[in-house]
């Protein structure tokens, strides 16, 4: 069975921190990806990967940055957490086949974090 | 550039009564189709997609969606609603030879009265 698994369910942080939040797929998928989720607004790229160690902005890439040292492993890092930031995030993983963009996405159980 | 409108934010309907979930979109390629469902506090799951072959698409649990060009819609039907399917319900759209990006409507929340 498909597997994206998130570090933590839910997370409390203040204003000022650095967080890291882990995403780690067992599917050797090619493609990972960092979603929010925010009421009304759907879910909203922030960056994907689609190689070890390779990066693309999504849409909303600001006070954000992202890791990929190995192909399972995708880290989302909040330099400086801002109140902002307070969301749900979501990580999932595809596979890359000659229709990239037609790839089912996996997703993980999700990240609510909050920032006070 | 490419949009996807899902035309309710709730959808209220009677155990045993048919679903419609309303999605258009606007794409200037051919467009790939995506319907997710996220049940309360469970990760989002592929209910369906479209990728160009059968413009009538079936998924899991019953569900089932119509690619209409010409109407520019994917809207997403179940003949009876059954408690379970309460949840919130996304339409996606990517057009293909894209990169990996996946274009989220707003969701809509599917609620089933007893």
């Known amino acids: 069975d498909v597997k994206v698994t998130q570090s933590s369910r839910y997370l409390v942080k203040r204003t000022g921190e650095k967080v890291f939040l882990e995403c780690v797929q067992d599917?050797?998928?090619?493609?990972m990806f960092w979603y929010r989720q925010d009421p009304g607004l759907g879910l909203r790229l922030i960056y994907f990967?689609?190689?070890?160690?390779?990066?693309e902005k999504g849409d909303i890439p600001e006070g954000y940055s992202v890791s990929r040292e190995k192909k399972e492993r995708f880290s989302l890092i909040l330099e400086s957490a801002s109140t902002n930031q307070t969301s749900m995030y979501l990580c999932?993983?595809?596979?890359?086949?000659?229709?990239?963009?037609?790839?089912?996405?996996?997703f993980g159980p999700g990240t609510r974090l909050t920032v006070l | 550039a490419q949009s996807v409108t899902q035309l309710d934010s709730h959808v209220s309907v009677s155990e045993g009564t048919p679903v419609l979930l309303r999605c258009n979109y606007s794409s200037s390629y051919s467009p790939s189709l995506f319907w997710y469902v996220q049940h309360p506090n469970k990760g989002l799951q592929l209910l369906l997609k479209?990728?160009?072959?059968a413009t009538l698409v079936k998924g899991i649990n019953g569900f089932e969606a119509e690619f209409k060009k010409s109407e520019t819609s994917f809207h997403l039907t179940k003949p009876s609603a059954h408690m379970s399917d309460a949840a919130e319900y996304f339409c996606?759209?990517?057009?293909?030879?894209?990169?990996?990006?996946?274009?989220w409507g707003a969701g809509t929340k599917l609620i089933i009265k007893p």
């Open positions: 479209y990728t160009s072959a």
């Open positions: 599917m050797d998928h090619e493609n």
């Open positions: 999932a993983s595809s596979s890359r086949t000659s229709g990239a963009s037609t790839d089912t996405q996996y």
């Open positions: 996606v759209v990517t057009f293909r030879g894209g990169n990996y990006q996946l274009i």
């Open positions: 990967s689609y190689d070890v160690k390779m990066k």
